[in-house]
């Protein structure tokens, strides 16, 4: 059973900064690309930042610059750093495995098609 593991949500203040980090077996780490989507409330879930199969990475346009995608691969861990943090950042965050070799952030609703596995999720608020 593939688990993925957040940790590292919680509130802060407009400005502030926060890193989520995301925890899985082996397998999963080298056989999926990986990466962090987000949803807030009456919103649809988006992609915010992942890899590609070449160890590329892809992060929207509403984050670049303030937050970065990065991997340790000795622990099987996936990091995403939070810098410069705004409201509209608000939202669950959500570790994913995709079944592509791109990473894709396209979702309808909570669907986002390729992804294979979520998280739990984990929240972050940004107060003004």
């Known amino acids: 059973q593939v688990q993925l593991v957040e940790s590292g949500g919680g509130s802060v203040q407009a400005g502030g900064s926060l890193r989520l980090s995301c925890t899985t077996s082996r397998s999963t780490y080298s056989f999926y690309n990986m990466g962090w989507f987000r949803q807030a409330p009456g919103k649809e879930r988006e992609g915010v930042a992942g890899?590609?199969?070449?160890?590329?990475?892809s992060t929207a346009d509403s984050v670049k610059g303030r937050f970065t995608i990065s991997k340790d691969n000795a622990k099987n861990t996936l990091y995403l750093q939070m810098n410069s943090l705004k409201p509209e950042d608000t939202a669950m965050y959500y570790c994913a495995a995709l079944g592509t070799d791109y990473f894709l952030p396209y979702c309808s609703g909570s669907d986002c098609p390729a992804v294979r596995y979520w998280g739990q999720g984990t929240q972050v608020t940004v107060s003004s």
């Open positions: 890899f590609h199969s070449n160890g590329s990475t």
